[in-house]
């Protein structure tokens, strides 16, 4: 005879209430498929004469997608650059770093990790043209950024120090040293040609 067809989840989970049957159970249906849909699914059939169970694995996949790209940054010369590239995807995406076109290979300044890369003690050649490249065997994914590497002696021009600052007695000064510097300059301060030394005052 006919026999009655059902299904279920192996795990025991219930159907979610958008699961629909059709074709008198033979067909199910799952709209708007999720990562939370995939497992092991089966189709219970029964007649007077019997039992059998057909079984299947519904998998989720997903292409990469960017939770975080790079942009393009300006650095000191001996100063550290971190770039965090990361991705979502099913399975998990791997990471490639390129520079200007080149396979970026990892050596004593550079350090790749997990979609991170870092380039310690930055000297002029790092400048250049970098692209990180996410994939998974559904797909691949790319970002780009100009990273410039600046080395400049101190400027005091847009953060020049005032010619005169008047204070009353007993009340505190600060004096403001910015110089624009890559890398950033170390400061000494002078009264009148004599170094200052900090004491409790």
């Known amino acids: 005879p006919v026999p009655q067809i059902n299904w ?5 989970l219930p159907f979610p209430s958008k699961i629909k ?4 159970n033979g067909m199910i249906e799952i709209p708007n498929f999720q990562q939370e849909d995939a497992g092991l699914y089966e189709c219970i059939t029964e ?3 019997g039992k059998n169970i057909a079984r299947g694995r519904l998998t989720y996949y997903a292409k990469p997608h960017w939770i975080q790209t790079i942009k393009d940054t300006e650095a000191a010369v001996e100063d550290t650059l971190n770039w965090d590239c990361r991705a979502s995807g099913k399975p998990k995406p791997s990471y490639r770093w390129l520079k200007n076109g080149d396979q970026l290979t990892v050596e004593g300044r550079i350090q790749i990790e997990n979609g991170v890369l870092t380039i310690s003690n930055l000297n002029l050649t790092d400048s250049g043209r970098y692209q990180c490249i996410a994939e998974n065997k559904h ?3 790319h970002s780009s950024a100009e ?3 600046v080395a400049s002696a101190p400027d005091f021009s847009k953060n020049p120090m005032k010619k005169l600052i008047q204070v009353q007695i007993g009340s505190t000064v600060d004096f403001e040293c910015k110089p624009k510097a ?3 300059a170390k400061c ?6 004599e170094q200052l030394h900090e004491n409790e005052r």
């Open 139 to 141: 797909g691949v994914i």
């Open 8 to 12: 279920r989840r192996t795990d025991g």
């Open 147 to 149: 990273l410039r590497v």
């Open 182 to 184: 890559s890398p950033k």
């Open 21 to 24: 049957l059709r074709k008198a």
């Open 47 to 49: 007649n007077s004469r």
């Open 188 to 193: 000494s301060w002078k009264k009148g040609g």
